[in-house]
């Protein structure tokens, strides 16, 4: 049975709050150690700009705020991070530990293109005041 069409601009929205938070964990992991992130002792300042795009950006994807400049950051964050630590190491991203961040990069780029979807603070403050 197909999902009705009427549920598309939810179900955007849904993806949108699942990438958003899978994305902020990646921050908080990286700034608080939760969950825990493999490296000891100070970030180098890639990976300090990298968990602040994660974290000030996965929670703004979340709340469904500025969510179209926001993924359109994310996305190249995403495939810059995708070919400095994934794509050196072989061509298919199943083989070089790659694919998440490759998912992420396509997904944030679609969120870029397509909003928010229906619950989003991006979406109540485009609504006409009644």
Known sequence: MPIPASWSDKLLSVLRIVAGLSFLQHGTSKFFGFPPFPMEGPLPPML?????IELVGGALLVLGLFTRPVAFIASGMCAVGYW???????????????????????????????????????????KPAA
């Open 84 to 126: 400095m630590a994934h794509g050196s190491k072989g061509f298919f991203p199943a083989a070089n530990g790659g694919e998440a961040i490759l998912l992420f990069t396509f997904i944030f780029l679609y969120l870029a293109a397509a909003g928010g979807g229906a619950w989003s603070i991006d979406a109540a403050r485009s």
């Open 48 to 52: 300090v700009a990298a968990g602040t």
